[in-house]
């Protein structure tokens, strides 16, 4: 597995295909953090598109401003599709609130855990 580390996230490129996106525990992701996730998967992934699985630690956070690019076209450049999976009911509500209030530009779900959306993500691999 490749792995980029960046300030809030770790990137990684799994064995089977889906780019893991890591938010750290108790950091704050702004709009510059999520510009270098972008430029990660980009990196990691050869410039092609990946279904994205996207997980947190206790006590983090993503700024309205990276919440706003990471649904846009221009955040989505090398992604089928995003699964967040959330490990708190915190998590939860923030990631349903992402889906229902940004509306990604690629299919989003929120999952209970890793594995569900690690599933659900495997129909969209090329």
Known sequence: MKTIELKTTSVSLRDDGIMH???KGGVEMDLADAVAVVEAI????????????????EFSAVDKEARIFSASKEANIYTLADAVAYHSLA?????NFYV????PDVPTKVFPDNEA??????????
Not at 117 to 126: G, H, V
């Open 21 to 23: 996106i890591h938010i």
């Open 100 to 103: 229902n209030h940004n509306k």
């Open 91 to 95: 998590h939860q509500l923030f990631a």
């Open 42 to 57: 980009g990196k990691l992934g050869g410039m092609k598109k990946f279904p994205v699985l996207i997980d947190c630690e």
């Open 117 to 126: 959306a690690i599933s659900w993500l495997k129909t969209f691999k090329r």
